[in-house]
């Protein structure tokens, strides 16, 4: 799978889109881009994938650069229950172990 | 079931006794997964399965962890002799079998939290 880069920290004003980076420059042609994230005491709770178009669902959107060598989750109007962290997955779509990082702390301020 | 069901919610047990903790995942999901969480700490890979076969033990700490599935479907997760390392968080996840792109979309029930004294 290829190696993805998360700032370990992030803040963002509750009501505001919070934009989390993730970098995957060595991904490959067939390797999709996950999201997850993690809200205290709970279980990881997917968000959204994509392999090279951008994406849209109830709880966030996914914007991937052209060259696909990054890409961006977006949470458009932040709330509370938001804080969590993030994680950003690269991989073939084959069932085996998905492994997870150490993401992007994200904090929403009231 | 509506969702991956975990048991029990909470454990707490004595250091060198065995436990054994439960995962029903979601019905159709052939692809199950095991994961522990100690406190502070990432998510650590223990055992997947497709079907009741375990093609990857690799995260299984040691020999005194042991999983089985029966039925394509219920797993249970059992530590032999367990010790104050072992407190955690054991998470188990589901997920669709197939070469599609949800076959990497997890599902994951809220966790047995093990407390080992």
């Known amino acids: 799978d290829a190696k993805t880069t998360q700032p370990p920290s992030m803040d963002c004003a509750e009501g505001r889109a919070a934009n989390l980076p993730c970098n995957h420059s060595t991904i490959s042609g067939n390797e999709y881009v996950y999201w997850y994230r993690q809200i205290h005491s709970q279980g990881p709770q997917y968000i959204i994938h994509?392999?090279?178009n951008n994406e849209t669902n109830e709880m966030a959107s996914l914007i991937i650069t052209e060259d696909r060598k990054s890409s961006t989750l977006i949470l458009p109007h932040a709330t509370l229950r938001d804080t969590a962290v993030y994680y950003c997955i690269v991989r073939v779509a084959r069932n085996e172990k998905l492994t997870f990082g150490t993401g992007t702390r994200l904090t929403i301020i009231p | 079931g509506a969702g991956v069901s975990q048991s029990p919610s909470n454990k707490v047990t004595e250091k060198g006794k065995d436990v054994e903790l439960r995962c029903d995942p979601i019905?159709?999901?052939?692809?199950l997964y095991w994961y522990r969480q100690s406190l502070g700490q990432g998510l650590e890979f223990l055992i997947y399965f497709q079907g009741n076969s375990a093609p990857d033990k690799s995260g299984l700490p040691s020999d005194r962890f042991s999983a089985e599935r029966t039925g394509g479907s219920v797993s249970t997760l059992t530590i032999q002799r367990t010790q104050q390392e072992d407190s955690a968080v054991y998470l188990c996840a589901s997920s669709l079998s197939g070469g599609g792109s949800r076959a990497n979309v997890l599902t994951f029930g809220a966790g047995s939290r093990l407390t080992v004294l």
């Open positions: 019905s159709g999901h052939t692809a």
């Open positions: 994509g392999l090279k």
